[in-house]
Structures are given as C-alpha cells and as structure tokens.
C-alpha cells in the first residue's frame, strides 16, 4: 500500500493498463494547501470521473489500473520533476498558498509522493509489459480563467509516438464523437508522464482525455468504461 498511488485489478503481461495521473482530490491531513475546501471538488484539484472510469474499465479482462493518491495540487505527477508546477502554486486563476513551500519542503514533498509513484509504475511496466498503456484524464469544457468553450466531447493526446493516436481516433469518430487531435491542448506540451515510461521505452501509447461532465455520473462513466475498454483493446491488436 502507498499513499502516493493505487493500483486495481492485477496487471499482466501483454496487457492494457490505464494511467491516471490526476485520478484522486485526496489531502493528506497534515498538508494544508490554504484553499476553500470546494475547490477540492473541482478540475484544478482532480480529473473528475476518470477514478471511477478506470475501475470500471479494470474489471475487463486483462485491463488494469494505476491511478494517482492525492490531489493534482498536492503534487502534479504529470509534470517533470524539475519543474515548479509539479507542487503548483496557482491553477485557474487560484492561488494555492499551502504550496508556497522553501526548498527542503519542496524536496520532501517530491519525496513523499512524485517519485513513489513514477518508481512503482516503472516497476510496473517493467515486470509486466503491456500491450498498451492508455492514459485516462478529463478537461473542463470551460476554463475560468478563458472564455472560450470546448466543444470536444474526447482528445486524443500524444508527443512524437503517434502509433496509436493514428488507430484511435478513427474509432472514436465512428462512435459519433467530437474528436480532438492534440486538442483540448497538445500533449507535445503536456505528456510528461507518458514521455517517461512510454516514449522514452518505446512502450505505445494512447493519451485520452474526455470532458468531464460526459464522466461526472454514473452513467456516463459506466458508458466511457465500455467504449475506452472496447476501443483500446482494438488499438492494442492492431498495433502489435
């Protein structure tokens, strides 16, 4: 058991594991981030719905997930370790003072939960080796801190390894979706977890993010689990 990341189902060789960086608004009790407590249900603190998306989709066959333990503004593990914004403070326009941390507190919180969880899921990968990795997340269909919507209802994200972006997209757009390509933003930018264990081995990929009121109920997150698992498992043939 680890604090910094949960795994569900049992990953096995030549299978498909989803990755959610941001699957938990969690706030360990001796951490305080200075922040309204509502904000904690909101996108800046967690990927809404993509927890319960990815274990719903663990109860396939031969799918597993590991998913993130605490909130994004306690620590982002998809953002390269050097950077400030892996303990962020400021998102969407709000100031995280919590996170205004001296450079021992800063070590300490890297730590205590970035490297934990990039250690195991290396570890991971590298005991059981996954016919694909799907990197599950969720975008707001609106910024605060932007006027501009987003009509997407899926983007599909990906760095230099496009292999399973090119498979994927088609069968999304068949399912009648608004399908982005590196959009709601291009994960040329923000792929850093992916960047480390898959592009970096070779590993292929699939970065998913769905709009996060289409995952906020029930249904919806029953409705993702099914299409993603389904359409994953396809990507996982044709790309072997």
């Known amino acids: 058991m680890s604090e910094a990341f949960t795994i569900i189902g049992t990953p096995r060789f030549g299978g498909i594991l989803v990755v959610s960086d ?8 001796d951490i305080d981030l200075g922040i309204e407590p509502d904000l904690l249900n909101q996108h800046i603190a967690v990927d809404i719905g993509v927890a319960e998306v990815g274990a719903l989709m663990a109860e396939w066959p031969g799918i597993a997930a590991f998913q993130g333990g605490v909130s994004r503004l306690v620590c982002d593990f998809n953002r390269d370790e050097h950077l400030p914004t892996v303990v962020p403070v ?7 003072p919590g996170n205004a941390l001296d450079h021992a507190a800063h070590e300490a919180r890297l730590a205590r939960f970035f490297r934990p969880y990039h250690d195991a899921l290396g570890a991971l990968l590298g ?11 969720s975008f ?6 932007s006027e501009e919507a987003r009509p997407w209802h899926v983007g599909v994200l990906y760095n230099e390894d496009d292999r399973a972006a090119r498979i994927a997209i088609p069968l999304l757009e068949a399912e009648g979706l608004c ?5 709601p ?4 930018l923000l792929n850093a977890t992916m960047n480390r264990h898959a592009e970096a081995e070779g590993r292929p990929y699939l970065g998913i993010e769905v709009r996060q009121d289409l995952i ?6 029953a ?4 299409r993603l698992a389904r359409i994953a498992n396809q990507v996982a043939v044709e790309i072997s």
């Open 22 to 29: 941001h699957a938990s608004n969690r706030v360990p009790d």
């Open 90 to 96: 400021a998102s969407d326009g709000h100031a995280i």
């Open 127 to 137: 005991d059981a080796p996954q016919a694909l990795i799907l990197s599950l997340h």
């Open 140 to 145: 707001t269909p609106q910024l605060a801190s």
């Open 179 to 183: 399908v982005g390509d590196q959009l």
């Open 185 to 188: 933003y291009s994960g040329k």
């Open 216 to 221: 906020a109920h029930e249904a919806g997150q």
């Open 223 to 226: 409705e993702w689990a099914e």
